[in-house]
Each structure stands twice: as C-alpha cells, then as structure tokens.
C-alpha cells in the first residue's frame, strides 16, 4: 500500500493560473464589433442555428437557405438601398446556448432581427432575451402553438395549420382507431394532447400513446403496445434518427407502412432521403410546402439553392420558411421605412401579401403566417406526392380552442 | 395485462439483454484485468456500425451481412489496440484519470463520424431474411432481434472455450488472479492486457454490426447503449463472464417488464433504482471472486 | 507475567473460493501476554490478523476478546474494543508530518464532526508526545512521514497503533525491509510493550523471534501446529519438516 | 537560468521572499479586478463571466471531493440541475403570478400545481432548497453507495447513470417540470426587474461574493483536521478504518459539501442565463465539469474556480468561430490534460515558480 498525500498547492499556483485567465479573458472581452449595426450602406441580421451538436443537420439547411434569401436581396439592391450583412452564431443544440448567443447577437453586435431557432426549447431559451431587448426573432419551424410573443414572428405552422389537417384527412379516408407515437419532448406531447382532444370530440378511437427517449433507438416495447392496440394508422411525432429505428423495426415486425400507414409530422424531403425511402415509402407528413409542389416561384427557388448547395439538396418546409422570413423582413422594413425592431414589427403584421415558393403568404395579427396545409405521400424517389390540401389558407391559431379553451393570444 | 404482450416483452428483454451483453463484455473483461474502464467504448460500436456500413455498400446483401461481422471486429479491435497503446497503457493504476482521457477519446471519435458520414444516421439495409418475422401464436419474433440473440450465444461459446481451453486464455486466467505472480512466471502481462481490451474492443464492434439491423448507425449510437453496459459491469462482478451475463438478462428483461407498466423514460430511471438497490444487497455483484489479492 | 484470558480464537475458517487460508485455527492469548505467531508462506498468519480485526469474515468460529464475540462488528467496532493492527506495508499517511499521522490515530473522539478543527488539541498533545518519545521520533516529529526511512516508517505505525491505545497489538512482520541494528531497536520496543499491553507478533525473521524472549505459535496451512517457548518450537521435528524445511 | 547558482543565493532568497508577497497580494487584487468587473465589461460579457464564475463554484467542489477525496463523480449535473430547477421553479412561479398556473403546465394538461411546487412560491423556502436540497441529495445518494464500499470507477459509472436518469426524468415529466425545454422566461428576481442592469450588476457581485466565500471556505475545511482525513480516506482507505475511524460519513459529508456548491452554482446560473433545461444536467455536461477541475488542477480550488472562467470564454470564442473545432478541442483537451497535466494548470504553474 503506498499511501501519499498530494502535495498543498502554494499559492503561487493560484497566481499564475488567474494570471492566465485574465489574459485569455482580455483578449476575448476585446473582441468589439468593427462595423456599426446599422451603418449608412449596410443593416447586420443574425443568423442563430445548431451549427453543431444532434441538430445541426436540420439547422445548417435553414441557415442555407437564409443565406441564399440575403444573397438574392444583396443582389438586387439590398433593403432600402443598404446591403444585409449576416453574422452567424451556433445555437449548439443547446438552449441555454441559443439564449447566450441571441444575447450577444443583440447586445454585442447589435444586429437588427435574428433569423432562427428550431427546437421549442431554443425558441423558449430565447424568447425572454428578445422581449428584454425588444428585438424582433423570426422563427421557421412548426412547433406545439401554446405562444405568442410580440417578439416573434411565427411562420412555421401552427397546430391547426399541420396536426389538424392531417387528422380531418385521415378521418376523411375512414380510419377511426389511431395510435400516437412521439419522441419524449415538448412538441409530441402538446400535439398528442391536441390530438386527443379532437379525437375525443369526433368520436375517433385513441389506441394508445408511446413516448421514447430524444434520440432513443430501441422501440421493442413500443411496437408490442402498437401490435396490442392494433391501430388503423399510427401519428409519428418522432424526432430524428428515432424515425429510421423505429420505421426498420416496424418492418422487421411486419408492419411496414403499407400495412399500417402512417402519418409523420417531423419527416421532410431531407430526412427521407437521407432515412432511406425504402423504409418510409408509402407513408404520409403533413406539411404547408413539398419540394414537389409545381409552381413557378418553388421551381426557381429549388434551383437557386440546389445550384449553391449541391444539385441533390433536399428542400423542406422549415428550408422555406427560413427563406421566406428574410423576405417578410425586408417587405417589413420598406413598408415601416425604417430598421427599428418596434416599428418593423408592427408593419410585419399586415404586409398584405409576400411572393414566396408556398405562394403568396401573410401574417396575421397575431404574428403567426396564414398558410395552406398539404397532405404528401412518399414515392419511391424520397419527393412526396401532394395527396390532399385544406384548400383555402388557414388562419393561425396559437392555442387550439378545444384544448386550451381558456387561453387566447394578445399581442 | 395480455399473456401477448408479456409473451412479446419477456423476448424483448432477452435480446436487449444480448445487444447489453455484447456492449459490456469488453468492458467486463477489461475491467477485471486491468481495472479500468473505457469510456470510448461506444464508439467501438459506433465504428463497428460503419464498417458494416461501409462493408455493405462494396458488398451487397445477404455476404455483406456476414462479411461485416469480421470487418467490424477486426475494425474495432484494431482501433482497441491503438487507445490501448497510445492511452491507456500510460494511465496504467490511474483508473479515474482513465475514464476521463478515454472520454476524450469519444468526443474526438464522435465528431470524426460527424464529419465523415454526416450527422443523419445511415442506413445498413438488412437482407430480406433478417427483415422477416416468425409468429408463434401471438408471439412475433423478428428474425434480427433472433439473429441478434443468435451472435451473442456464439460470441459467449466462443468466449468461454478460449477462455477455458486454450493458452491464451490460462494466460487471461492467470493474469487475472495474480498479475505479480503471472509476470514472475514470464507471462508479459502488457501483452495479455493488449489482447484483452482489443478483444473487447472487437466484441463491441460486432455489437454495433447487430445494432445497425435494428437501427440507424449515427454518431451517437454508441452513447444510447453504454450507460445500460455500465450498469451491466456494475451489477455483473469483478470481470466475471457468467457474472455479466446474468447480469445483462437481469437488466434487459427488468427494462422490457417495466415498459409494459410505464414509458420508456420511467423504465430507464426505474433501472438506475433497481442497479442502486441491487448493490445494496450484492455490492461486490453478482458473482465475486473472492482472492487473496490485497483490495486497492 | 500474563493475567487473564483477553482474546480467544476459536475454530476459525476462513475460506477463499475452496482455498482455506484459515481452517478451524485455534488459539489464546492472555492480558499482557506477547505472541510470536510463525509459519512459512501461506500459513494464514495474515489472514489471521485480518480475521481478528474484521477485514474478513470467517466462514465458521469466533473470536473473542475480554469475552465477546467480534466477529460480525465492524473495523470501527473492533478498534474502540481495544484492537490494533500494524500492517506489513507501512500504512502511513505520507503527506502529513509524523505528528500529525501520531496525533490522527491518538484522536479518541473519531466522529466526523470533531474533525472541523485545525492542529492537535491540546489535550491530546501529552499523549502524541509520549508515544512519539517511545518510538524514537520525538526529534523526527516534523518531518512529512513520507520523507521517514523505511525503518522510521515500520516505528510511525508502530506509534500509530499504540496511539490508538489499543489494548491488543498486533504487529505483522514489523521488521521487514530492517537492517539488523533496527531490527534489534524494534525488538527492544515490543518488549518494552509487554508491560502494558498484550501483542501478537507475526515475523519469520528467527533471529528476531528469538529476541523477543515470548512464547511461539507455529501455523502452517492454517492450522495451528506447535506450541512452546522458542527453543522448544526450533527443536521439534514437526516444526522442522513444514517450516524451516521449506525456508532451507 | 541554473548557471551562477552559487553567486545568487542571497539574491534568489531576496527575490522569493518578494515574490511571496506579491503572490499573497495576487488573489485579492484578482478579486477586486472582479469586483470592479461591472464598470469595464458590457452587460452582455457581465452576464456571461456571472454564469461562467457559477460553473467555476461548482468546479471548487470537484475539486474537494475528486482531487482531496479521490471521489471522481461524472454526475455534478444533477446536483447543479436540482438548485438550478429550485431557483427556477421559483421565479416561474413568481413570473406566474397569485394562484396562475405556470404557462407550461397549463398546455400540458395540468390543471392544478403539484404540491411539491407550492412551498416554491416564497423566496425563503426557495433559497433554502437551493443550498439544502443538493446538499441532502447528494449526502443521501452518496452514502447509499459508499456504505455499501462501493467507490471508485463503479462510483463514477453510478453517478453517470445518475446523471442520464435524472435528465430523462426531467424530460419525461413535461407537466411538472417544463420538459425538454426547461424553464425560461423569468421577467424578475425577488421582485427586482431582471431587465435592469443595476439588478443585473447587484446579481453579478452576489456571485463574485458566494465564489469568494465558497473559496474561503473550502480553504479552511482543507486545512482542518477534516481535509487531513478526507485526504486519507483517498489514500488509504483501510488505514484510517483500522485507526478506528469511519471513512464513509467523511467521504458523504465532502460529497455533500461538492452538491451544494453545484447547487448554487444552478441557482447562481439561472439567474444569470435566464433559463435551465434538461441539456445542461446531463452526462455530457456532467462529465464536462470535470474537465473544468481537470485544467485548473484538481488539488487547486483557485485553479478550478479559473479554468472554469477561461474554459467557457474559450468556448464562446472558439465556437462563434469555428463551431465543429470545439468538440476535437475539448476532446483533446480532456486527453492531454490528463496524460501529460495531471495537475493542471495550477500544478504546471507552480512547477514554473519553483524553479
């Protein structure tokens, strides 16, 4: 047995160490931003997504398509008569991340709005630095409603403008017994609590309801409660790399989704593609955009960003809607004729009409954009194949009135 | 509750016990020789999930399958035998410092597969054979998740002969007891320690193979798996195989019971409950080899 | 010189995985009496101090001291009864000074809450002292016990254990690694013990079992052989053939 | 450097006993250039060395129980988490208002608060919780484990698996403790704004204080009779065990000790961050903290307290720049510090100023 006590450290150690961090310190706090935000020929945005981390995948492609959206209004002339200049920040998949980087984008660099978010968590980190600073965020992706910040511009759908639609489509085509399956966070468990509610009031069956780990891979237990409950058709609000666990297994099982369909609300273009669409062939995602939609405005979008990003570049909905924001805010800043996030919000709120590759799309009052949902279904060639739409544009509605009766959104 | 589903849950449980088993016999067998523990273990996995992968894609179908499996192990017990040299060896009686370098070793590792395959897990296509299922009743059993249980006997007969019955396993046995005494008697106890972790290393590697028929190989595949194995290691007793095998069927067949009452989520904090009461009772594991080496 | 019966070790086994390394030993020991406990390698000599103060459980038997049963109590336990080993390794604390390893087994209150306090009390000073002047450290005192030599380290623990104010002493293999003029030094201090402790002393260094003047228990594959005054053990044939055969 | 020693003896005594004094002096100038922190750094740095001098609490505390106790926990995250949540669910409430459900809540379904909630709404009780709960958790937790003899790696893997059970269960329990997202959005602290920057500032020195006194404190408890066993219960287990003394309420305490601190520094982090979630508590961020200790030095509280400082602002700088470096950068940091530092920065100093 050899017993030693380290030796104490001497103070000296002490020293040279804080010695070490101020100078590292020193020379990080020095770093001040060169230009002014708002200069006499240019106007600095923030760009905040996971660069790294689980979600960067997902985020690097609303970042691209941001940047292209900027570079296209660069092009021609800028946003009233400045050029846009984008600072990047890595969120890191981490909200607290996501929080600190915001802040510095506002307070360091001072930019005039920020692109960004993806996750509920990023957007919830965020959402107290914006209404401190009174900036303005805008956010691309679907998410579970329950929110309405004057801060944010919402253009990704609302629960009534995705999870809705897809169940009066299911319940159009006669399936009445339906199992929800979600990854363990915010999104699925508010959208299956929606779920349930309207489920319950058109008189439709709930087969069960399964959660998994964020990221969680093993679905042995899920699909003995599925293959139980023996649904009409499953709602997928699994996240990730759970999807392709989950998806191989239920083959493995004997229940592909031509057997058992189902209907996916996290599976764009991207993540089938790079999935496999032998796995997921044949199943449904609601969303309000599909890189197959044939318009003029989506094809030269398609090919602007696959010309930058690689001639194979999926696009997606939240893609899109990232794309179609900087546009809002520079339809925004012209009709304010100003910069300032106060006034260019207040003008965001009726721009009566912005061009994008969806369509022509607008804000409501709330700050949530009115959009058409689409109902794909997954062909061989990992393009959906738009089965069904509501139709006409829905109205957003931030907190579903069955579920949450109590609540409305003042802004 | 249904007889179906208990029916189906009790299988379940036995092959995630095979997928723990797999993961933490390296770990076992190296913590019993050379007491530490390799953080970077998962991503043996993970590398061995890419590698069949990889193997795959120059090979297609049914051949590629049983072509990966000694890809994979010599892959990953390869890149074993370089942590072992490089790292590990130098930590030698540090078991703690260990644990942490060998954590840098799995950032590092992790971000290389990021950057190499893309952050979206890719997909290793089973052949059609091991997509099928078999019904018995109301039971239904995949083939992978049997092919899976299948390796792991095999690995474990394997495992056991070369551990009995040749030299190189009399070597491991005598190490093991005696590491003094072995060197003594001119055995190079460096070298046993080599073939062991890298032996481990590759077992993982095979784990990750099997792993890709039931889901995607991404970055992190290893993480998800590698707690469960550290608590099989825990439960299983000092570098025992029977030990860590009965240990892997307690806390595969624990976690699928448990699913049938509560979610997934619960199921994995009930587990940590279940390892905590467990050594509260048995805390030298479930089996222990008494010696008469000093203890520390 | 030895009063009445103080530790009874009674049919002893203790078993490692088929190995016994203690099979049904055993012995007495009276108030004040001194021991030499001797056998070749893997007589179970150690194992018979870690049986007497807890480290193992014996699978059959019991030890008693002053009457009771202490097998079954924890080390703790075993230690406020008045039990005190010196193990063969020096099990010293080498970043503290000899004081303070002193003054660290001298505590008699050993809760931790007595512990958020800096020094020696100075009650417990006196007594540091006087066991620091027995060993011979007193003018070694300050120094970090891991800069001691190898024989100052075997006194600390020694010191250690007396520190303790353990009734019992038990000494395994005090000498090793002891050049001959420490070895007698160390001889000198255990006799000097016998005045007011009783002490168990496990060596096979026969030059120093016979220093120390005390009766012999001879073991060999933990079982009790022989016992009887040195000459006695050396002489007998037995003793000769298990013993001194297989260290010849 | 070494040619002429014999000339320079009484010069190189002269020159140490100088450089001791300017060492004695170093940490308190250190300290008020703290302090003095407010009046040259933008609201936005303040805010972010507040919640780095928060982690670098937490760091001191490794450094009491795996550099002084050998008890090398990968689960600090949990201990963190519990004040941070505590310090939350407080705020949240406040942010709520009288007898309003806390917005998450409502849209996940729950129509009255838990009781465990309640005794959050006074600011006594959450303060309290915020050094007492990790405290007792952790003394719980540990002695569960250690009274059993169980140590070492198997601690570590135990503490881990800790560590991922206690974020799944964050996640998993949406209704009661805001999920995935965890809690954010808190307007204001004890009733103060949290938007004004004179809170702000007040926020920033209270943490500057409880650092201050954390290291103060850790100091004494090190150089007691306390620090000597605990330092022998890493080394020598058994010794102290047949001295008669019980190693396991000295090991629990320190680990108590260690909880605390991590406590506090959530608390002091939420504060400072504005939000906490399950993403900071759990094995990755666990197993990170380390590190923090790791680089500073493990047997140094100052080192800890420092590295935790410096790490984190490289991490800010590194990864605004170069966001996929950061991950092989703390890889390799985590491997070299060990292999080739084992002291960290504070023993690599202090091997210069021997010298």
């Not at chain 1, 493995?252 to 796995?279: K, W």
């Not at chain 2, 530490?36 to 993970?46: D, F, P, R, W």
């Not at chain 2, 099997?210 to 995607?216: F, N, R």
């Not at chain 3, 703790?76 to 002193?102: D, H, S, Y």
Request: proline fraction near 4%.
């Amino acid at each position: 047995m050899a017993f030693r006590f380290r030796q104490k450290f001497k103070r000296s150690s002490a020293v040279w160490t804080a010695a070490a961090l101020l100078a590292i310190s020193a020379c990080s706090g020095g770093e001040e931003s060169e230009t002014a935000a708002i200069s006499e020929d240019a106007v600095k945005v923030g760009i905040l997504q996971s660069l790294t981390g689980t979600m960067a995948i997902s985020e690097i492609t609303v970042k691209n398509a941001t940047e292209l959206a900027i570079e296209q209004i660069n092009d021609n002339g800028g946003v009233l008569g400045r050029e846009i200049v984008a600072v990047v920040e890595d969120g890191a998949s981490e909200p607290a991340t996501f929080a600190q980087k915001a802040q510095k984008l506002i307070e360091d660099e001072e930019v005039a709005t920020v692109f960004g978010g993806w996750t509920s968590a990023s957007r919830k980190a965020m959402l107290p630095v914006f209404e401190r600073t009174q900036n303005l965020l805008w956010y691309p992706v679907q998410f579970e409603g329950n929110e309405c910040s004057p801060n944010i511009m919402y253009s990704g759908a609302q629960p009534n403008q995705q999870i809705l639609p897809a169940l009066g489509w299911a319940e159009e085509e006669g399936y009445e017994s339906y199992f929800l399956v979600g990854s363990d966070y915010v999104f699925p468990r508010t959208a299956n609590l929606i779920l349930k509610k309207h489920l319950e009031d058109r008189g439709l069956e709930l087969a069960g309801e399964a959660y998994v780990p964020l990221g969680g891979t093993d679905f042995s237990g899920v699909i003995s409660r599925i293959r139980s409950a023996d649904p009409d058709i499953i709602f997928n609000t699994l996240n990730g790399d759970s999807n392709v666990a989950f998806f191989k297994q239920m083959q493995a099982a004997g229940m592909p989704p031509s057997e058992l369909p189902v209907m996916s609300f996290s599976i764009g273009e991207q993540e089938a593609q790079a999935m496999g669409t032998e796995l997921v062939e044949g199943s449904y995602a609601t969303w309000n955009y599909f890189q197959s939609m044939p318009d003029e405005a989506n094809q030269s979008f398609v090919g602007a960003y696959q010309e930058a990003y690689g001639e194979d570049a999926a696009i997606t909905d939240p893609m899109v809607h990232g794309y179609l924001n900087v546009y809002a805010w520079k339809a925004a800043v012209e009709k304010a004729g100003s910069f300032d996030p106060a006034e260019v919000r207040e003008a965001a709120r009726d721009l009566g009409g912005i061009p994008t590759p969806m369509g022509e799309v607008n804000f409501a009052p709330n700050g949530s954009l009115v959009q058409t949902a689409y109902v794909g279904k997954l062909g061989s060639d990992g393009q959906f194949e738009i089965v069904s739409d509501s139709g006409t544009p829905i109205d957003p509605q931030p907190y579903d009135p069955l579920a949450f009766p109590d609540q409305s959104c003042e802004v | 509750m249904d007889a179906a589903l208990l029916l189906n849950q009790l299988f379940n449980g036995i092959s995630v016990a095979s997928i723990y088993l797999l993961a933490a016999l390296g770990l076992a067998l190296s913590f019993g020789l050379m007491r530490v523990i390799n953080m970077a273990h998962g991503e043996m996995l993970m590398l061995g999930g890419y590698l069949a992968y990889l193997t795959l894609i120059w090979v297609p179908g049914a051949p590629g399958i049983l072509l990966a499996i000694p890809v994979a192990f010599v892959g990953a017990a390869a890149m074993g035998a370089l942590i072992q040299l490089s790292l590990i060896r130098r930590l030698m009686n540090r078991p703690l410092d260990t644990l942490l370098a060998t954590w840098g070793v799995s950032l590092i590792l992790q971000q290389a597969a990021r950057d190499i395959f893309g952050a979206i897990g890719v997909e290793v296509r089973a052949p059609d054979w091991l997509n099928d299922s078999l019904q018995f009743g109301a039971v239904v059993i995949p083939s992978a998740r049997l092919f899976i249980i299948l390796v792991t006997i095999l690995v474990l007969g394997a495992l056991a002969l070369l551990i009995r019955r040749t030299r190189i396993g009399l070597t491991v046995r005598a190490v093991n007891q005696d590491r003094m005494m072995a060197g003594a008697t001119g055995i190079d106890a460096g070298r046993v320690d080599l073939v062991v972790f890298a032996l481990g290393t590759g077992i993982a590697g095979l784990a990750g193979v099997v792993l890709a028929l039931l889901g995607p190989v991404t970055p992190s595949v290893g993480q998800s798996y590698i707690v469960p194995a550290f608590l099989v290691v825990i439960m299983g007793g000092l570098g025992s195989v029977l030990g860590t095998t009965v240990a892997a069927l307690l806390l595969g067949l624990f976690s699928a019971l448990a699913q049938t009452v509560v979610d997934v989520s619960a199921a994995q904090m009930l587990l940590l409950l279940f390892v905590i009461i467990f050594i509260q009772v048995r805390p030298q594991g479930v089996i222990s080899i008494r010696s008469r080496a000093l203890d520390e | 010189m030895s009063g009445p019966l103080l530790l009874a070790v009674d049919g002893i086994t203790v078993d490692f995985d088929g190995f016994k390394a203690l099979d049904t030993f055993s012995m007495t020991l009276d108030k004040g009496e001194t021991r030499v406990v001797i056998g070749p390698n893997g007589a179970g000599k150690s194992t018979l101090c870690d049986a007497i103060i807890g480290r193992v459980r014996p699978a059959a038997g019991r030890v008693l001291f002053r009457g009771e049963d202490l097998t079954g109590l924890s080390e703790q336990a075993i230690v406020e009864r008045g039990i005190c080993r010196k193990f063969q390794a020096p099990g010293i604390l080498a970043g503290i000074t000899a004081r303070e390893n002193v003054a660290l087994a001298a505590r008699r209150d050993r809760s931790w809450w007595q512990a958020f306090g800096k020094g020696i009390p100075a009650e417990e000073q006196a007594s540091v002292d006087a066991v620091l002047e027995r060993v011979g450290l007193a003018d070694r005192a300050e120094v970090k016990a891991g800069e001691l030599a190898h024989g100052e380290k075997q006194w600390l623990e020694i010191g250690m254990v007396l520190a303790t104010g353990a009734e019992l002493v038990l000494l395994d293999e005090p000498t090793a690694g002891m050049g001959p003029a420490e070895t007698s030094r160390t001889a000198e201090l255990i006799r000097d013990l016998g005045d007011t402790r009783s002490v168990i002393v496990i060596d096979h260094d026969m030059s120093f079992v016979e220093q120390l003047a005390a009766p012999v228990t001879v073991m060999h594959q933990g079982r009790f052989l022989k016992q009887g005054s040195v000459e006695a053990v050396r002489a007998d044939p037995e003793v000769i053939s298990v013993y001194l055969g297989h260290s010849a | 450097m070494s040619d002429a020693v014999t000339s320079q003896v009484p010069a190189a005594d002269g020159d140490r006993a100088w450089r001791r004094r300017a060492m004695a002096l170093l940490p308190w100038l250190l300290l008020a250039l703290g302090a003095a922190a407010p009046f040259y750094l933008s609201g936005y740095n303040l805010s972010l060395l507040g919640r780095f001098m928060a982690f670098g609490i937490l760091a001191m505390g490794i450094v009491l129980i795996w550099g002084h106790g050998g008890i090398l926990s990968l689960g600090q995250g949990v201990f963190f988490g519990i004040g941070a949540y505590a310090m939350a669910m407080h705020m949240k409430l406040a942010a709520a208002g009288d007898g309003q459900l806390p917005d998450f809540m409502m849209w996940s379904g729950r129509e009255a608060l838990p009781w465990w909630w309640e005794p959050f709404a006074s600011p006594v009780f959450a303060i309290l919780a915020v050094f007492l709960l990790p405290a007792l958790l952790a003394a719980l937790f540990s002695w569960l484990v250690f009274y059993r003899r169980v140590s070492g790696v198997y601690f570590a893997l135990i503490t881990q698996a800790l560590a991922l059970a206690f974020a799944t269960l964050l996640i998993s329990r949406q209704d009661v403790t805001g999920g995935f997202n965890g809690l954010t959005n808190f307007p204001s602290l004890f009733g103060l704004s949290l938007a004004d920057q004179t809170v702000r500032d007040g926020l920033y020195w209270t943490t500057l204080a409880l650092a201050a006194l954390g290291y103060a404190g850790l100091r004494w408890l090190l150089a007691t009779r306390f620090g000597n066993l605990l330092r022998a219960a890493r080394d020598a287990e058994n010794r102290i065990r047949f001295l008669g003394y019980n190693p396991v309420p000295f090991k629990v305490v320190a680990f108590a000790i260690a909880g605390m601190l991590a406590g506090v520094g959530g608390a002091l982090f939420t504060m400072h961050a504005g939000n906490i979630s399950p993403a900071l508590v759990g094995v990755v961020p666990s197993i990170e903290m380390v590190i923090w200790a790791a680089v500073g030095g493990r047997y140094s509280l100052a080192g800890a307290l420092v590295a935790a400082v410096a790490l984190n602002i490289l991490r800010d700088s590194v990864s605004s720049a170069f966001p996929e470096l950061w991950l092989y950068l703390i890889g390799l940091v985590f491997i070299l510090t060990v292999t080739l530092l084992p002291n960290g920065v504070a023993g690599l100093a202090r091997r210069v100023s021997r010298r």
